[in-house]
Nanobody, 124 residues
Framework: QVQLVESGGGSVQAGGSLRLSCAASGYTYSVVCMGWFRQAPGKEREGVAEIDSLGRLKYADSVKGRFTISQDNAKKTLYLQMNSLKPEDTAMYYC??????????????????WGQGTQVTVSS
């Protein structure tokens, strides 16, 4: 089992920045793909970015150039640096992990482990 705990969410004005963190514990040695997803009220959960243990990564078009995914393997922590935030970025953000290699399509069903989420609210 792998446990994931997100932190760093909050409220910010449009144009601002936040950095989300996801601390992993448990059988983390088996994890090779991690990602960030988000879900706004009334909408389906969507992929934001994913990264594998080799450092390869992919972003959703909606966040390219604004968000940066990174990982600290020693700390077993995943990060999402979010800059130039927009009101449409408002959502619950979830960290996800899996023991299968990333398939680079940001698919919710690809990931077997999920955190509880952290809320991000961007006001105009």
């Amino acid at each position: 089992q792998v446990q994931l705990v997100e932190s760093g969410g909050g409220s910010v004005q449009a144009g601002g920045s936040l950095r989300l963190s996801c601390a992993a514990s448990g059988y983390t040695y088996s994890v090779v793909c991690m990602g960030w997803f988000r879900q706004a009220p009334g909408k389906e959960r969507e992929g934001v970015a994913e990264i594998d243990s080799l450092g390869r990564l992919k972003y959703a078009d909606s966040v390219k150039g604004r968000f940066t995914i990174s990982q600290d393997n020693a700390k077993k922590t995943l990060y999402l640096q979010m800059n130039s935030l927009k009101p449409e970025d408002t959502a619950m953000y979830y960290c996800a992990a899996d023991t299968k290699w990333c398939n680079w399509v940001l698919a919710v069903g690809r990931f077997g482990y999920w955190g509880q989420g952290t809320q991000v609210t961007v006001s105009s």
